[in-house]
């Protein structure tokens, strides 16, 4: 998620947690460590491809934060008062406002390395955009709630209510994505293509709007569903993704490890002799947010080039068309 919404993660918790007379002290500390798993984004990896796909390694771990946040919470109850006060509490606030940044960055579509370091693919449950207000706007509320009223005991009651509504919006999330996949798996059954490999994930900002991305033989297939205006029937677009190219460069470490990252939801190309593969996940028809040279056409094989991120080119065009396409068919 963006980092406002994991600040403000973090500083509910702290406030929902903490005696009232430390509410505003565990904002501040419960905002910072919500964000602190992001510093990675920091570490220069040597290339493209390795900066885009060890981003949410080791700095999300769930084998990495839970040991962290007690040898943490063991530092700050010898060096600061108010961990001693309340010990129990603010081993509750650590943890959690450290282990909830990477679970919440699991449910968007980028991917999370949950696992590491074992070599699983990242966990990207996409049921939510990685920015959604209807997920934020109920965790700023309680927040100022708590640090304008800090010691009232309505104020703990708000704050918490606040983050219990942004835990059942998410809860709603997955309903929706439920249904999505519902309805998706009767349109493919009726094509023939059972058992295709899926990725649905919602559209900009909201959860109203989801879009589908079914792997095929020649390429993929896109398409939307609204859950205000579909009759649980959502129309596909065919494309084309250049698999052999794909298949042939598969030893290209960038190749592979691109492929790997995004769970093989990619759209190969060949321009001047050069790979580019695109991340299905992010994005829609024709602009895509990650796009990647990986690898050069040599003689007689693909061979390893340093790698590149093509600049987005955004068109606020496609997010208008998504508006539009949430309310009408």
């Known amino acids: 998620m963006d980092s406002v919404t994991q600040a403000a993660l973090g500083a509910a918790i702290g406030g929902a947690i903490a005696p009232a007379g430390q509410r505003r002290r565990a904002l501040l500390v419960g905002a910072a460590l919500g964000t602190l798993p992001d510093l990675d984004v920091l570490i220069d990896y040597g290339d493209a491809v390795a900066n885009f796909t060890y981003h949410r390694g080791f700095s999300h771990s769930l084998f990495v934060l839970p040991p962290f946040a007690v040898l943490l919470w063991l530092t700050l109850r010898r060096w600061w008062a108010p961990v001693r006060e309340a010990p129990s509490r603010w081993l509750a606030i650590i943890g ?48 100022v709630i708590a640090a304008a009223w800090p010691t009232r005991p309505w104020s703990e009651r708000a704050i918490r209510s606040c983050v219990l509504l942004s835990i059942l919006y998410l809860g709603w999330s997955w309903t929706a994505q439920s249904i999505v996949a519902h309805h998706t798996d009767e349109v493919l059954a009726d094509r023939g293509l059972q058992g295709a490999p899926v990725f649905i994930t919602p559209t900009p900002f909201n959860t109203l709007l989801w879009r589908i991305v079914v792997q095929t033989g020649q390429g993929y297939l896109e398409g939307f569903d609204s859950l205000l205006v579909d009759a649980g029937s959502p129309g596909f677009s065919a494309y084309t993704s250049d698999k052999q190219a794909l298949l042939e460069a598969g030893n290209v470490w960038a190749v592979s490890r691109l492929r790997w990252f995004s769970r093989d939801f990619v759209k190969a190309t060949v321009v001047d002799d050069r790979l580019l593969i695109t991340d299905l996940r992010m994005g829609q028809e024709p602009i895509y947010v990650f796009t990647h040279v990986a690898a050069a056409r040599g003689n007689p094989r693909w061979e390893a080039i340093p790698t590149e991120l093509i600049p987005l080119s955004v068109d606020e065009r496609v997010l208008l068309d998504a508006w539009k396409r949430m309310w009408t068919h």
């Open 96 to 143: 959690l406002a450290l282990v909830t940044h990477p679970l919440l960055d699991a449910h968007t579509a980028y991917g999370t390395q949950l696992l590491w370091p074992l070599t699983v693919p990242p966990t990207m449950w996409a049921t939510v955009f990685i920015i959604d207000p209807l997920f934020t706007l109920p965790l700023l509320v309680g927040i």
